[in-house]
Each structure stands twice: as structure tokens, then as C-alpha cells.
């Protein structure tokens, strides 16, 4: 049998009317950028995580140096940052012109409070969590510490979509939230789109004007802005996703319900899921001591498993600059050299998923 990582097609072809339908109003309707559609997902998105505010924008990198630009974070600063997470998150504060500070990753992939405050200076800014996977981090503690030394929460949501802590939505505890709509993240565009949520009036019209040429009023250009909108026609798609959030996270959790059950192997170490939380499974990622073995193992038996992430941020080469030896983050290096996540997503067929398990409960 062959076992794909993720088809996005099957979500597509689930609900293709709805889609087709959404993208043909767009094409005829004339207007393509900054329109009715964006304000319609922005209204529906907000309104999801009882926020005040919502802006669509290009990409999820863009949400997040765009909250930062918003806070005023810039030369000079630094932002807290666990170093397991994929290269978007410190590059978008790279790219902002401040310094990420790694930290390393707890039992459950997320960031390691306990490491926050040694990392924090008379420079530190701001703390980007990332949900990772699409399991919330120890939020309570994080804002805790982060109203103790006045620090900005800036969550990193793009694998998170709809995930609780405690009862209460993944974006909805820090200053801002930052989410990416690329096509596989549990609330999928069909190209490129994310999106910032916030509650305070001033960081919004920061943001409203940043992603617009810093201009308010059309050829009046009040701050250095950028362009970075999520057009008509990816606001129209994800409006359609979003409309089957819950059905997409529920899908994804029986699957994760039923590798939880079925994988036996003294090998394989399943995830820990964190208590009081709802995860919804981005990822489902184990962890075995011989895992490019395994990986191959599954690979000879048609199961295309992936690795998130091979090389954690303060190892990559683009960080190297910052000269964070090995062994420096114990683990997150280890997931980096353990994980792999199993395939998992909306449509996928209840035989290729108890064919991974007999594979996997045959590796030896
Ligand atoms: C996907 C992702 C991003 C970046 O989103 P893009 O839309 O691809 O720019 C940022 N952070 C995390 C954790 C992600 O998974």
C-alpha cells in the first residue's frame, strides 16, 4: 500500500463546491485585492478567538514580523525564541532587524519555561511561543513571566488553529497571534495567506498600515509600510476552510486517537499531549532512537513519513553568526535527531492508517 504524507486534494475535492463556488464570485466579482472578502474573513476570523481586530496578510512570516514591526521591536532588541520550531519564526524576527534569543523545548515539542527567564536581558523585548504541532505551550506560565519583565506575547499560531489551553483558544492569551493559512496548516489557504489578531486599537492600525504601504489614506504614506495582503481570492478559500475548522481538527484527532491506540512498538515513543489541552494534531510526531532507520523501514513499505525539523534554528547555517555550539540546546537537538512525524490529515482513509501501525508494530 502506498501511504502519502498529506494529500490536500481529498480536502479540497470534500468540500469542492463550496470552493469552486468561492473562487468563480471572485474572478467575476471585479475586485482582487482589499475587498468585501477580506473583510468578511478578517470579521469571521476575529470573531472566532473574540478578538478585536484581525488583519490578512501574505504569508504567516509576514504575520509575525509585522506584529513585531507593530510593538516597535527593532535594532537593538532581542525576542525570546525556541530554537524547535521552523526557521519562520526567527527569521521573521531576523528580518525586523532584532536578535533571537533560543531557548530549548520541553517533553511536549513546545518552548521549555523554565529556560525563559535566564534567557531574558535589559534588551529582551518580546517571547514568541509556538504551538508546535499544534499543541499548546504552558501558557499560563508564559504570560506570568512575561508580565513579571514587561514582555510582549507574540504566539505563533501556525500550526495551531482552533488548539485550547485550559478551555480558552491558542491566540488568544498574548498581545498578538500570528497565523499562517499555507495549504497543509490545519486552516489551509490554496497558496499563500496568514493573518494577525489583536486587541489593542494601536498595534492595529500599526498593522493595518503596515501592510499597506504605511498609508491610511490612499498616496499619503504616514510610516515605512510593506506590502503584504492576503488578496480576494485566498481570503474567499480560507473563508471556506475556516467554515469547516471544527470538522478538520476532529478528523485529524481520530486519527492521532487511533496511532495513540494501535502503536505498540517498545521502539516508538508516542507524543506527550499536555494536559487541560486540545491539540489538533498538525503533526503527529513520535520519537525513536534509530529514526533515519525507521524512516527508511517505512519508506521500503510505502509510507512517506516526514522529519519537523531535521536541523533545530540555533544549528542552522543561517544562524551561525550567532555562534550556538552544538549540545547547547540538549532537546532539541535530540528531536532533531529522533522525531518523525507519522502522516495525518483530512481524508485520510481508515486502511492506510491501521497499515502504518501494523508497519510500524513490525519494525524491529
Ligand atoms: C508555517 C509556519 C510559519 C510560516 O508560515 P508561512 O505562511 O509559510 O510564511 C511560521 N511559523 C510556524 C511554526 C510555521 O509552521
Given at each position: 500500500?502506498?501511504?502519502?504524507?498529506?494529500v490536500?486534494?481529498?480536502?479540497?475535492?470534500?468540500?469542492?463546491?463550496?470552493?469552486?463556488?468561492?473562487?468563480?464570485?471572485?474572478?467575476?466579482?471585479?475586485?482582487?485585492?482589499?475587498?468585501k472578502?477580506?473583510?468578511?474573513?478578517?470579521?469571521?476570523?476575529?470573531?472566532?478567538?473574540?478578538?478585536?481586530?484581525c488583519?490578512?496578510?501574505?504569508?504567516?512570516?509576514?504575520?509575525?514580523?509585522?506584529?513585531?514591526?507593530a510593538?516597535?521591536?527593532?535594532?537593538?532588541?532581542?525576542?525570546?525564541?525556541?530554537?524547535?520550531?521552523?526557521?519562520?519564526?526567527?527569521?521573521?524576527?531576523?528580518?525586523?532587524g532584532?536578535?533571537?534569543?533560543?531557548?530549548?523545548?520541553?517533553?511536549?515539542?513546545?518552548?521549555?519555561?523554565?529556560?525563559?527567564?535566564?534567557?531574558?536581558?535589559?534588551?529582551?523585548?518580546?517571547?514568541?511561543?509556538?504551538?508546535?504541532?499544534?499543541?499548546?505551550?504552558?501558557?499560563?506560565?508564559?504570560?506570568?513571566?512575561?508580565?513579571?519583565?514587561?514582555?510582549?506575547?507574540?504566539?505563533?499560531?501556525?500550526?495551531?488553529h482552533?488548539?485550547?489551553?485550559?478551555?480558552?483558544?491558542?491566540?488568544?492569551?498574548?498581545?498578538?497571534a500570528?497565523?499562517?493559512?499555507?495549504?497543509?496548516?490545519?486552516?489551509?489557504?490554496?497558496?499563500?495567506?496568514?493573518?494577525?489578531?489583536?486587541?489593542?486599537?494601536?498595534?492595529a492600525?500599526?498593522?493595518?498600515?503596515?501592510?499597506?504601504?504605511?498609508?491610511?489614506?490612499?498616496?499619503r504614506?504616514?510610516i515605512?509600510?510593506?506590502?503584504?495582503?492576503?488578496?480576494?481570492?485566498?481570503?474567499?478559500?480560507?473563508?471556506?476552510?475556516?467554515?469547516?475548522?471544527?470538522?478538520?481538527?476532529?478528523?485529524?484527532?481520530?486519527?492521532a486517537?487511533?496511532?495513540?491506540?494501535?502503536?505498540?512498538?517498545?521502539?516508538?515513543?508516542?507524543?506527550?499531549?499536555r494536559?487541560?489541552?486540545?491539540?489538533?494534531w498538525?503533526?503527529?510526531?513520535?520519537?525513536c532512537?534509530?529514526?533515519?532507520?525507521?524512516?527508511?523501514?517505512?519508506?521500503?513499505?510505502?509510507?512517506?513519513?516526514?522529519?519537523?525539523?531535521?536541523?533545530?534554528?540555533?544549528?542552522?547555517?543561517?544562524?551561525?553568526?550567532?555562534?550556538?555550539?552544538?549540545?547547547?540546546?540538549?532537546?532539541?537537538?535530540?528531536y532533531?535527531?529522533?522525531?518523525?512525524?507519522?502522516?495525518?490529515y483530512?481524508?485520510?482513509?481508515?486502511?492506510?492508517?491501521?497499515?502504518?501501525?501494523?508497519?510500524?508494530?513490525?519494525?524491529?
Open positions: 500500500m502506498n501511504v502519502p504524507f498529506c490536500l486534494g481529498r480536502q479540497f475535492e470534500k468540500y469542492k463546491d463550496e470552493y469552486e463556488a468561492a473562487a468563480l464570485r471572485v474572478l467575476r466579482s471585479g475586485w482582487y485585492v482589499l475587498g472578502e477580506l473583510q468578511n474573513f478578517e470579521q469571521a476570523f476575529a470573531q472566532f478567538h473574540s478578538a478585536n481586530h488583519f490578512g496578510v501574505g504569508n504567516g512570516l509576514d504575520a509575525l514580523r509585522l506584529s513585531l514591526m510593538f516597535g521591536i527593532g535594532v537593538g532588541d532581542e525576542v525570546i525564541v525556541q530554537t524547535n520550531t521552523y526557521i519562520a519564526t526567527a527569521l521573521a524576527v531576523s528580518q525586523c532584532a536578535t533571537p534569543v533560543f531557548v530549548d523545548a520541553d517533553k511536549y515539542f513546545c518552548i521549555d519555561n523554565d529556560k525563559i527567564e535566564p534567557a531574558i536581558t535589559p534588551h529582551t523585548k518580546a517571547i514568541i511561543p509556538v504551538h508546535l504541532y499544534g499543541q499548546p505551550c504552558d501558557m499560563e506560565k508564559i504570560i506570568k513571566i512575561a508580565k513579571k519583565h514587561n514582555l510582549y506575547v507574540i504566539e505563533d499560531c501556525a500550526q495551531a482552533g488548539a485550547r489551553y485550559k478551555g480558552k483558544l491558542a491566540g488568544t492569551f498574548g498581545d498578538a500570528c497565523f499562517s493559512f499555507y495549504p497543509t496548516k490545519p486552516v489551509g489557504a490554496l497558496g499563500d495567506a496568514g493573518a494577525i489578531i489583536v486587541n489593542d486599537h494601536t498595534a492600525e500599526k498593522i493595518s498600515m503596515l501592510r499597506n504601504y504605511g498609508s491610511k489614506i490612499k498616496y504614506h504616514e515605512l509600510g510593506m506590502n503584504s495582503r492576503m488578496d480576494e481570492i485566498q481570503a474567499a478559500l480560507t473563508s471556506v476552510s475556516l467554515a469547516h475548522i471544527a470538522e478538520g481538527n476532529n478528523e485529524r484527532a481520530a486519527i486517537n487511533r496511532y495513540i491506540r494501535g502503536i505498540k512498538n517498545p521502539k516508538i515513543k508516542l507524543p506527550n499531549v494536559p487541560y489541552c486540545d491539540h489538533v498538525h503533526v503527529f510526531a513520535v520519537l532512537d534509530e529514526r533515519d532507520r525507521l524512516y527508511a523501514f517505512l519508506e521500503s513499505n510505502g509510507i512517506h513519513a516526514q522529519i519537523h525539523y531535521p536541523i533545530p534554528c540555533h544549528l542552522s547555517e543561517c544562524y551561525s553568526d550567532l555562534g550556538i555550539k552544538k549540545g547547547a540546546m540538549p532537546h532539541s537537538e535530540m532533531a535527531n529522533r522525531e518523525l512525524s507519522l502522516p495525518i483530512v481524508g485520510m482513509p481508515n486502511e492506510e492508517i491501521d497499515y502504518v501501525i501494523d508497519i510500524i508494530n513490525r519494525f524491529e
